[in-house]
């Protein structure tokens, strides 16, 4: 009898040990202290740059025409050709011209020496100075039809305003063309335009972007901003104009890229493995007295660096949890870790 109260005593016991054990492992599992490893967000330095894919268009489309009529002598330029300020692309024949010329020179001379020999005689009072002041008008009037003679066989070239391509010849050589009929027409190589299209948030902020460049052929030229139309596409994008004096043809593709001054907001960088996504938005864990809370962020493109821009939502200050992310809870408690860990987030 006393074997048997023994027994069931000893079996008793053994079970509230046997529950001890299991609450108190129950208990340390619904403990667990996560370790975590953390980081403060780094401020971009410089300038935001953002990149588009743009296209080429042609600056200016001039018609070119003689200043005086005639017969073309020659065109010694084609269509497509690369031509460069001043020179020659169509001749008009210039005998008429280079005979009027001559005529105006002969009479200019001899006015010359009638005036000479008046200016004698009136400055020795053995001429009427009426006579003296007609002669002299006459010398000025023979001075200007002169130079309207040479303007007018000058005009018999026509020349390149500027550097450019020949876009199209629409006369024939021994052709008779009168004043300001086009001749050629020619693609302004001074200055070409590109276009992009920028999202809302770029047309938005305009103003802060003052830089602008594209590279082509390994070698990097400046862009100049002229103007951003301030009307969305059916794709809600808006059309920006940039010129460029780079040697590039009309329809080739470009990569663009415009840089920003730093904006209001100080634009911060996190690891890629801070970021998570809970609906459609993003979060980031912010640590504070070791608990932790859920903040929402802007997130914007991953950076050169591999690491997420943030926009706003965060603070240099803050300090973040970079690993883990998925398996923490608003308003836990965790450990921080320093150093290279294997087990951050105590899953193994």
């Known amino acids: 009898m006393k074997a048997t109260g023994f027994f069931v005593l000893t079996l008793a016991a053994a079970g509230l040990l046997t529950a001890c054990g299991s609450s108190d492992k129950k208990g340390a599992a619904e403990t667990v202290i996560h370790s975590v ?117 000058s005009y018999t070239r026509l020349t390149a305003p500027c550097d450019g391509y020949i876009q199209g010849v629409h006369r024939e050589q021994s052709e008779m063309v009168g004043v300001g009929t086009p001749v050629i027409s020619l693609v302004d190589d001074r200055r070409r335009e590109i276009q992009i299209n920028v999202p809302s948030d770029v047309a938005r902020d305009y103003d802060r ?87 929402a962020v802007t997130a914007n493109k991953v950076d050169k660096n591999g690491k997420v821009i943030i926009t706003s939502g965060l603070e240099i200050t803050d300090e973040v949890v970079k690993a883990g992310v998925t398996h923490l809870t608003e308003g836990e408690i965790v450990r921080v870790v320093t150093g290279e860990t294997s087990n951050v987030g105590d899953l193994l």
Do not use: C
Not at 55 to 62: C, L, M, Q, S, W
Not at 210 to 231: E, M, S, T, V, W
């Open 37 to 153: 490893m953390t980081t403060h967000p780094t401020a971009i330095e410089g300038r935001e740059v953002k990149n588009f894919s743009g296209v080429v268009k042609e600056n200016a489309t001039i018609s070119l025409s003689f200043r005086a009529g005639g017969q073309i002598q020659s065109i010694p330029v084609k269509e497509g050709q690369h031509v460069r300020r001043g020179q020659l692309l169509a001749q008009l024949d210039t005998k008429d011209y280079q005979i009027a010329v001559d005529n105006a020179r002969v009479q200019l001379d001899q006015m010359h020496r009638q005036v000479e020999r008046m200016k004698a005689l009136y400055e020795g009072n053995a001429m009427n100075g009426n006579d003296y002041e007609l002669a002299t008008s006459k010398l000025e009037l023979l001075e200007l039809q002169l130079q309207n003679a040479e303007n007018q066989l």
């Open 209 to 295: 972007y003052d830089g602008a460049y594209f590279i082509h052929n390994g070698q990097r030229y400046p862009l100049d901003i002229i103007a951003i139309l301030h009307k969305a596409d059916a794709n809600q994008l808006y059309n920006v104009r940039l010129a460029t004096s780079a040697p590039i043809r009309p329809g080739q593709s470009v990569d663009v890229y415009i840089e920003a001054r730093a904006s209001e907001n100080e634009v911060l960088t996190v690891p890629t493995g801070a970021v998570f996504e809970d609906a459609g938005k993003s979060y980031v864990w912010v640590l504070k007295d070791n608990k932790l809370s859920r903040r």
